[in-house]
């Protein structure tokens, strides 16, 4: 079965590290690119963090560009966001999202994990 | 950066009706966008692909239309399970973005 499992949430106390892993399983991840996406509770989802298959390259969305640092390790089909300086506003469920590309279905997240909570507060 | 604007935020709905959703992108983004479905305590699902393309296992009373700047998707005799929150998101910059959602309840 192809599948995503995202761990690694919990609480940690404001300006303090986490680290979120993304476990993947049914597919070699390191063919395709690789995104974490987040939710706010009660609010939308946010698009955070984009990889490409080897980890050499990744973007960023402003709100925690400096801060965040994904990463990936293929040999253990396993990508990691890696969270500094943690803010009350980056609490929220933390999910991870493969991207499919076609030339003629463009890009899109196919598969997502059930998401992992992380709340910031002290 | 690409943002794309959704409207409405929320809105409910009869089976039966027909239902509109509208994405609006800051600039055009050709076809690259997508609409997911969100469920509470579940992983997002994709829905639509390259703003019209149904993904394979979504009912064809979803559809999705538009080109450069403005999409909508339609649900067409919309179901109680269809109750659920919509997003549109563009895939064209090397940053992507969500729209702000609509939330859609089926009565």
């Known amino acids: 079965e192809v599948q995503l499992v995202e761990s690694g949430g919990g609480l940690v106390p404001p300006g303090g590290s986490l680290r979120l892993s993304c476990a993947a399983s049914?597919?070699?991840?390191?063919?395709?690119?690789m995104h974490w996406v987040r939710q706010v509770p009660g609010k939308g989802l946010e698009w955070v963090s984009r990889t490409n298959r080897d980890g050499s390259s990744a973007t960023y969305a402003d709100s925690v560009r400096g801060r965040f640092t994904v990463s990936r390790d293929n040999a253990k089909n396993t990508m990691y966001l890696q969270m500094n300086s943690l803010r009350g506003e980056d609490t929220a469920i933390y999910y991870c999202?493969?991207?499919?590309?076609?030339?003629?279905?463009?890009?899109?997240?196919?598969?997502w994990g059930q998401g992992t909570l992380v709340t910031v507060s002290s | 950066d690409i943002q794309v604007t959704q409207s409405p935020s929320s809105l409910s709905a009869s089976v039966g009706d027909r239902i509109t959703i509208t994405c609006r992108a800051s600039?055009?983004?050709?076809?690259?966008l997508n609409w997911y479905q969100h469920k509470p305590g579940k992983a997002p699902k994709l829905l639509i692909y390259a703003a019209s393309m149904l993904q394979s296992g979504v009912p064809s009373r979803f559809s999705g239309r538009g080109y450069g700047t403005d999409f909508t998707l339609t649900i067409t005799n919309p179901q109680p399970e269809d109750s659920a929150t919509y997003y549109c998101?563009?895939?064209?910059?090397?940053?992507?973005?969500f729209g702000q959602g609509t939330k859609v309840e089926i009565k």
């Open positions: 049914g597919f070699t991840s390191s063919s395709y690119w």
């Open positions: 998101q563009q895939s064209y910059s090397a940053e992507w973005a």
């Open positions: 600039q055009s983004i050709n076809d690259y």
């Open positions: 999202a493969r991207e499919y590309y076609g030339i003629l279905a463009g890009h899109y997240s196919d598969i």
